[in-house]
Each structure stands twice: as C-alpha cells, then as structure tokens.
C-alpha cells in the first residue's frame, strides 16, 4: 500500500494528531474497521497504534476529520516535509514537480511538470530533449493564481525520475524525425502523433534556443532537395546538441566573450550544465559553445555560485551565506548586502550591525553565496565593522 492510496467509505474514518506548539500535524490516521494506519513524517502509510498512545501523551490531541480534511493534512505534511528535507541553499539547483491536482502530490507518477530553481527567484521548467526553459509556475502557484495546483520539493534523485517520466511521456507520445537539406542535417521536428491536422502539431529545432512551430515535414515532400527521416529519441537529441553548436557558432561570430565548456555532447542544449567558462577552449575541452558578454556574465555569477556551494563547511555550526541583490554582484563580495547563516536544525539568523543574530526567514528566492571563514568576516566587516566579536 503506497503513500498514494486512499481510502473513503462509511467504514473508514479519519484522525489528525496534533502536537502543541507545532503547527505540522503529527499524523494523520486512518482507521477501517479494526485496522489503523498512520501517514507520518516518513510520508507514507503504516500499520499504527498511535491513537492509544494520545491519552499519555500530554501533548498531544486527536481530532477527527472527514475525508476532505484529512486528504488536505496529507498535502501540507507532504509540501512541508519535502521542503525542510530538499530546499537547500547547497544544491546546485533546487528541484520541485507541479501537479494539477494537490492530491496528486501523494504519487511523482503524477507530477504534471518538472522545474528548478538554480539561484534566486529564477525558475526554469524541463522541457523535454534535455532542454529547459523558463517558467512562471512557481511563483504561480505561490500567488494563487492557479489555486488548485501545488507543488513539491524534490531530491535529486527524483529530480531524475521524473525527468524521464517526462521524456518518456514525449517518446510516447511524438515521432522525431531528422531534416536534412543535400544530406546535411538542418532541423529536428518533434510530431505529435495522430495529430488530426497533418498541417500542424510539429515543432522544429535548428538550433536557435527556441523551437518554431514547422511545416518542414510536408515540405520536404515536395522539395527535392530535402528529406526527412524518422528517428529515435536519442538520436534527435544528439542532432539538437550538434545545431545547436553550429547555431551558436554562427550567432555569437564577432561577439563572442567567453565559451562555456561542458562534459558531454548532448549538456550543450542546457548552459546551466557547463562546468566551466574559459576566454578560449582547450583542446581538451571537446565541447564548447561562445558565449556573448551577458550571457558569460551570468553563466560565470552560477559557477561561482555552485562550486562555493559544493565546497561549503560549517563554522562553528553553521553555513555562513552573503545576500545579494542581483545575480552578477556574487563576484564581489563587498556587494553583499546581508550576511545569514543556519544551524543543522534549519534555524536561520541574520546579522545586525550592532553584531546580533536574529531569527529570520529562510532565503527560499534570495540570491545567496556560501562563505568560508575569511570570507564571513569579511562580509560582516562591511555590515558590522565595529561589532565583530560574535563572528
């Protein structure tokens, strides 16, 4: 029996398990007939004798609930959990699937879309051939604007498995096909099958970031010069990676500031995946793409970004980050404009110029810099120069 499964009935009913002075439910309980299972922090369903323990447990109240009620206990626990569990300002990306529905949040199976968050408010959704693009769904749903829709943080591990749930919705449900002009590969077309209009439903990459809606696929039954052959999934992304080099080769002629290097071919389609910017590759560096002056910017603020974040330690008990308005100031450390840090409960402070910590909020869509020791009181230096004791 998964976390999924639910159950509704005269014969089954629902108990939520308070704990005083905290506002996350302790479980919530389902009891048919004899049999009583309780969805508890570990999100899932499990055999249970909590309701006796309630008497003893001075703390503690159980209140009975009606289907509707309980099946909202199991959202905000699933949201909240996920959230303490995978937002972490240490991760290369912060990951979370959306679903239509918030019961949905009980099955990934479910999940309506993959997105990311790799800095700030900034938010990216997959879109399928190892491509990203960029998303409002987020902040969407935190507004209310599509107010039965929820979401759910991610481990990276599942960050993966829904990723190919996707790609593997877009094997299903697409032909890709290779369009070739005098046997040079010009486009990928993704062509949704048993489109009832032959003339749409196809989507064309030639290498510009942005697929265009296409007709290339009747085209190239007319023009001798072309043709078009049908292909597997793998096989289409390969072609994206190389037009998308050759895209970028042409486009970034003359302007080109930086070059973003990547490991394997098919990392070129997303930049977030370079692993490190250079004014020129090597020959080493077998794939690479030119950058123009905003776009090095930017790529060269995230490395910077997730390789302090993969070498952060603690000091004292704590990870130490500085705060920044806009992305491109994480290379100047002077430019910081708050100095926070959390302990390994998750409990956030931030310093005050008269050298205090305070509680405060988690940094959930603030741009944010890990810190080591020199770096820490350099930043407190600047909010608190005359009250470093505490640091």
């Known amino acids: 029996m998964g976390a999924g499964d639910s159950r509704t009935g005269a014969d089954v009913g ?16 389902r009891v048919t007939g004899a049999v009583e299972e309780a969805f508890t922090h570990d999100l899932r369903w499990e055999p249970s004798a909590l309701l006796s323990r309630v008497p003893t447990e001075p703390a503690w109240t159980a209140r009975d609930v009606d289907a509707d009620q309980a099946a909202g206990f199991l959202v905000e626990m699933v ?43 900034v938010e990216e959704e997959y879109a399928g051939h190892e491509t990203w693009e960029p ?14 829709e929820t979401y ?25 096909h290779v369009v070739l002009v005098d046997g040079s590969p010009v486009a990928v077309v993704t062509k949704v099958v048993d489109d009832p209009d032959s003339e749409f439903g196809e989507l064309a990459f030639t290498g510009d970031p942005e697929p265009q809606p296409s007709r290339l696929l009747a ?20 072609t994206m990676a190389r037009l998308s080099l050759r895209w970028r080769g042409k486009a970034r002629q003359g302007q080109t500031a930086a070059h973003a290097v990547f490991y394997r071919l098919t990392d070129v389609l997303d930049l977030g995946s370079a692993h490190a910017v250079v004014p020129e590759p090597l020959p080493e560096n077998e794939f690479s793409v ?13 490395l ?42 998750g409990r956030w402070e931030v310093l005050q110029r008269d050298g205090r910590w305070l509680a405060t909020a988690e940094p959930r869509e603030l741009i944010t810099l890990p810190l080591n020791g020199s770096e820490v009181r350099g930043v407190a230096a600047v909010i608190c120069p005359h009250n470093l004791k505490t640091i």
């Open 14 to 29: 629902h108990v939520v398990v308070l704990v005083e002075g905290q506002e996350l439910p302790l479980a919530v309980v």
């Open 290 to 302: 030119p950058l123009a002056t905003a776009e090095a910017a930017e790529l060269t603020a995230r």
């Open 135 to 148: 998303s409002t769904k987020l902040s969407r749903v935190d507004s209310g604007k599509d107010p039965d």
């Open 152 to 176: 759910i943080a991610l481990s990276l591990v599942e960050a993966a498995q829904v990723k190919k749930l996707v790609d593997e919705q877009w094997d299903r449900g697409c032909t890709h």
């Open 79 to 121: 949201r909240e959990v996920r959230a303490r569990s995978h937002e972490s300002e240490l991760a290369d990306h912060k990951y979370y699937a959306s679903f239509r529905q918030a019961a949905d949040v009980l099955d990934l199976a479910r999940a309506d879309r993959l997105l990311r968050r790799p800095d700030g408010a």
């Open 304 to 345: 910077r970004i997730r390789d302090a974040r993969r070498g952060a330690e603690p000091i004292d008990g704590h990870h130490h980050f500085a705060v920044f308005v806009r992305l491109d100031q994480v290379v100047d450390l002077d430019a910081a404009h708050s100095l926070i840090r959390v302990d390994g409960s």
């Open 219 to 238: 085209q190239a039954t007319r023009e001798p010069r072309m043709t078009a052959v049908q292909t597997s999934m793998a096989t289409a992304v390969e």
